[in-house]
């Protein structure tokens, strides 16, 4: 009998230990490694840019994404970036390509690039915004970063 009692033992602890490992890779997978860039295109007098074209570069790497189109009210999104530095492009008939470098997407975070203000001119014509400031994350409370 004694033995009988010592296996189960064992076997429960096995499986107790085994739970929580798969718990443990459950969370840590849920963290991810990719991130969000979101922001709203409009035109100099601040109205919406519904159809605008935004595309990312991955400064890095050098691939461009497939293009997102604006919607109504001039949003774009773009989930699940994995993380690094992009340029965004933004391009609409009869207005000035609108370039900004030096994006950053962190794994989990939300970037929010605010209004991107396209202005009017050829089609030829392109405005490259580069940013000073580091861009934050106010859409949550979350903080994520990459450890080389």
């Known amino acids: 009998m004694f033995g009988w009692q010592q296996a189960r033992k064992t076997v429960a602890t096995v499986i107790a230990s085994s739970l929580i490992c798969l718990?443990?890779?459950?969370?840590?997978?849920?963290?991810?490694?990719?991130?969000?860039?979101?922001?709203?295109?409009?035109?100099?007098q601040g109205g919406v840019m519904p159809?605008?074209?935004v595309t990312?570069?991955?400064?890095a790497r050098g691939t461009?994404?497939?293009p997102v189109?604006?919607?109504?009210?001039?949003?774009?999104v773009f989930p699940n970036i994995t993380a690094g530095k992009y340029t965004v492009q933004v391009e609409m008939a009869s207005f000035k390509t609108l370039?900004?470098?030096g994006v950053e997407v962190n794994p989990g975070a939300r970037v929010s690039l605010g209004n991107l203000t396209l202005e009017i001119g050829g089609m030829t014509d392109t405005t490259v915004v580069k940013s000073?400031?580091?861009?934050?994350?106010?859409?949550t409370g979350e903080r994520s970063f990459t450890v080389s």
Do not use: N, Y
């Not at 990312?56 to 400064?59: A, T, V």
């Not at 189109?69 to 774009?76: A, L, W």
């Not at 000073?132 to 859409?139: K, T």
């Open 23 to 44: 718990a443990m890779s459950a969370l840590s997978f849920a963290q991810g490694v990719t991130g969000t860039i979101t922001g709203t295109v409009k035109d100099a």
């Open 51 to 53: 159809g605008a074209t």
């Open 56 to 59: 990312l570069k991955d400064e």
């Open 64 to 66: 461009i994404s497939a």
């Open 69 to 76: 189109v604006t919607t109504s009210t001039g949003d774009f």
């Open 99 to 101: 370039q900004r470098q």
């Open 132 to 139: 000073e400031a580091p861009l934050i994350q106010a859409a």
